[in-house]
């Protein structure tokens, strides 16, 4: 998409990366922040949330060619209508990457983009396909794009950039893979894994802070919950916590989150996700017990001068010996 709507030097205005935004919106290690003109927006301090009015002024100040929307770390309901009012304020063009949350659209978990952004982009692995990736477009599939002093329509364009202009041979069998996958989303059976997995994402988040954890912004919307251990212990990191959690057999990964004072590496932040327990048949009593651990873990683990995590080791035996009580319940499926 970026590739069939922009030259060299084009302006950009995405979420940062720092912010919940993914690499490939702009990172300036990224092809994006290489050969594009990146203006990143920020979410609101106090409340984590996209602040669509600040998002506006922005846009109007950078008159961005391309607005990207859609994130890697941000648990809450992103409004595409609004980011297409602006887009259309300041004639940009917008791009949804739901990757994180395509498999709530298409279950209609969570309102679908399709209609509002000019492209919508996702992998699709996440969902629960093969490795690869969509471009899809609604209502602007039609829509006129003159190049090189042609005119065609914009679906007819991204075509003609992703083949001559990206890709050589298609891998046939992918194409077939994700044949098979979209055959699947259109199931019950997919539909209700989707709701489940934000059920129980909410679930996990609200036993999480009766437990006293920092959920950021309070809860989810989405599958994803993030949690500032920084909160629970001074010295605390998100790498720390990461490496004790899996010590401990619980696979997060260390987040940083919104304005954090730790670089990436170190980070603040956890992000948790439920797909992947929510299809091994866990429900709401089982978030509490994955609650309670995640919990005893990360009051169990310290950090220690040298910035290593340490945990006692019979604690982390026994909190090892229940996790793999509630998976060996909960085969992967
Ligand atoms: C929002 C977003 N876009 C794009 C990607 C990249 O997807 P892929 O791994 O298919 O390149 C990710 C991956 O984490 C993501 O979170």
Not at 61 to 75: D, E, M, N, Q, T
Not at 144 to 151: E, F, L
Request: glycine content about 10%.
């Amino acid at each position: 998409v970026i590739a069939a709507l922009l030259q060299a030097g084009d302006r950009i205005l995405s979420l940062g990366l720092d912010q919940g935004g993914h690499l490939s919106h702009g990172a300036r290690v990224a092809f994006t922040g290489k050969f594009f003109n990146i203006e990143n927006y920020c979410l609101d301090r106090e409340t984590f949330l996209l602040d669509y009015d600040a998002i506006r002024q922005q846009a109007i100040s950078f008159r961005p060619k391309l607005i990207v929307c859609g994130a890697s770390a941000y648990s809450r309901v992103i409004d595409f209508s609004k980011f297409r009012k602006i887009a259309d304020e300041v004639g940009a063009y917008l791009l949804a990457d739901i990757s994180h949350i395509a498999g709530l659209v298409i279950a209609g978990v969570h309102p679908s983009p399709i209609d509002q952004a000019h492209f919508t982009t996702t992998s699709t692995y996440k969902p629960g396909g093969p490795r690869g990736g969509l471009i899809l477009m609604g209502r602007d599939h039609d829509s006129r794009i003159t190049v090189a002093g042609k005119t065609l329509t914009l679906s007819a364009h991204i075509q003609k950039t992703t083949f001559p202009g990206m890709q050589g041979t298609p891998y046939l069998n992918n194409v077939a893979a994700k044949a098979v996958f979209f055959r699947e989303t259109l199931s019950d059976e997919y539909r209700a894994w989707q709701v489940r997995i934000v059920e129980n994402a909410k679930n996990l988040a609200d036993n999480l802070l009766d437990l006293g954890h920092d959920v950021l912004t309070g809860g989810t919307d989405t599958h994803m919950i993030l949690v500032n251990v920084t909160t629970l212990q001074k010295d605390m990191t998100g790498v720390a916590a990461q490496q004790g959690l899996e010590d401990c057999g619980i696979i997060v990964n260390k987040n940083g989150l919104p304005f954090d004072k730790k670089g990436a590496a170190v980070a603040s932040g956890i992000r948790l996700g439920t797909p992947i327990v929510t299809r091994n048949g866990m429900g709401a009593e089982q978030m509490s017990v994955i609650a309670d651990l995640v919990d005893a873990t990360l009051r169990a683990v310290h950090v220690g001068n040298d910035g290593r995590y340490r945990i006692d080791e019979s604690t982390r035996n026994d909190i090892r010996a229940k996790v793999r009580n509630l998976c060996q319940k909960y085969p992967i499926r």
